[in-house]
């Protein structure tokens, strides 16, 4: 049986938009039934990226393989990508099956709109007009547009902006049930709590260049020493224990938290020192999370 080829093979992938670099020979690699998250500061090329992968703008340098088939000027995106780049374009006269009736009209659609609806969580607004959605709900109609043909690649752009905690949980159910029946998806975000949920590799640009490639773990790997919050029933013991313990020095606060800089294997031996001492620990946690400290240090040092 042939290999199944992978949804997205990029290599050395250049786009310039006159005589600013927008993508610096760029790599990608997504195999079907993979979330791969897309990340970076404003302006480091995500919506470059994605627009490449939907056929609306084309490389300048490179090689881009989507479906197994090679995409260039003269041959467009094939069948069977679908999602949307800066928000999903929406009739707002018009209501949300409506949408979706005419969108399927248009090309051969393998799932009706109430299905469509259904899966996104909006079949109770489905006959309201878009006009009056939340960007939330315009999100989701979106995501339900793109689910009409089925597609094997999934490209969406922020599809969790907007949305209250109801309604990402349900959207991440529905990405999670695609990719396990096979469909690759690749989603921007800004929310590393997303990435964290949803990924199982991510890519982060800055400044058009790719700094980190590979596993959310091995992301989480690359955040260094953190600072973490201890919240104990003796604050002072607490404080007096890390600055006893080799690789931690304190964090000057406000407020009766202990906050503390090191390595896991340091705050481990506080944790040990505390314990022995008979200090409760009632709360322990980075400030900022393990992803986004990764992220921060990743894209603040990139050499530019």
């Known amino acids: ?96 099956r409506q949408n979706l009736t005419a969108l399927a009209s248009l090309r051969e659609s393998a799932v009706d709109a109430s299905e469509a609806l259904e899966q996104v969580g909006l079949t109770d607004v489905a006959d309201d007009r878009v006009r009056g959605f939340s960007l939330g709900m315009r999100q989701r109609l979106g995501l339900a547009a793109a689910l009409l043909t089925r597609p094997r690649l999934l490209v969406l752009d922020e599809p969790a902006n907007g949305l209250d ?55 989480a790997a690359e955040s260094g020493d953190l600072d973490y919050r201890l919240v104990t029933t003796d604050p002072d013991a607490a404080r007096e ?6 690789g931690l020095r304190l964090v000057p606060g406000k407020n009766t938290d202990v906050v503390v800089h090191g390595s896991t294997p340091s705050l481990d031996e506080l944790i ?22 990764a992220f921060l240090r990743l894209t603040e040092t990139d050499p530019s």
Do not use: W
């Open 1 to 96: 049986m042939a290999a199944i080829p992978p949804a997205v093979r990029a290599r050395g992938i250049i786009k310039t938009f006159g005589e600013v670099l927008a993508l610096d020979h760029i790599d990608l690699f997504v195999p079907g039934g993979q979330v791969h998250g897309l990340v970076g500061p404003n302006g480091a090329g995500k919506t470059t990226l994605l627009g490449l992968l939907l056929g609306l703008t084309v490389a300048d340098g490179g090689r881009l393989e989507i479906l197994g088939a090679p995409v260039g000027r003269t041959l467009a995106v094939p069948d069977g990508v679908a999602g949307f780049v800066d928000g999903p374009g929406l009739y707002p006269s018009l209501t949300a």
């Open 165 to 219: 905690p109801a309604g990402k949980r349900h959207v991440h159910r529905v990405i999670s049930a695609l990719a396990a029946d096979g469909t690759a998806v690749v989603l921007s975000s800004h929310r590393m709590d997303d990435l964290a949920a949803l990924c199982s590799e991510v890519t982060i640009l800055a400044t058009g260049r790719a700094v980190f490639s590979g596993p959310v773990s091995k992301l």
């Open 241 to 246: 224990h890390a600055a006893q313990t080799p």
């Open 272 to 293: 040990a020192r505390l314990v022995t001492a008979g200090v409760a620990l009632r709360e322990l946690g980075p400030v900022v999370p393990p992803l986004e400290a």
